[in-house]
């Protein structure tokens, strides 16, 4: 089992910056893959971007340059710096991970909202 906790959201102007992390306990070494999803109201949960243990990045094009996910594996926790905030990266962020066989855990969720 894996348990997550998220912090880091709020209420941002426009243009404005927030740090999201996810701390990891339980079972933390058979994490392998960590990333943020979000939600909007009325839209599906999407991707936002995922890191592997090694380090490999992806990100959804929609935060390509804005967005930056990292992890420190000694600490068991993934962040998400997020600059140039925009009224459309308004959602509920999710913390996930994928482990080495293959099983999913998420969080709890973190609001973020973004002003214009």
């Known amino acids: 089992q894996v348990q997550l906790v998220e912090s880091g959201g709020g209420l941002v102007q426009a243009g404005g910056s927030l740090r999201l992390s996810c701390v990891v306990s339980?079972?933390?070494?058979?994490?392998?893959?960590m990333g943020w999803y979000r939600q909007a109201p009325g839209k599906q949960r999407d991707l936002v971007a995922d890191?592997?243990?090694?380090?490999?990045?992806n990100y959804a094009d929609s935060v390509k340059g804005r967005f930056t996910i990292s992890r420190d594996n000694a600490k068991n926790t993934v962040y998400l710096q997020m600059n140039s905030l925009k009224p459309d990266d308004t959602a509920v962020y999710y913390c996930?991970?994928?482990?080495?066989?293959?099983?999913?855990?998420w969080g709890q969720g973190t609001q973020v909202n973004v002003s214009s």
């Open positions: 890191i592997t243990r090694s380090g490999t990045t």
């Open positions: 996930a991970v994928k482990t080495w066989g293959g099983v999913n855990y």
């Open positions: 339980g079972n933390r070494f058979s994490v392998n893959v």
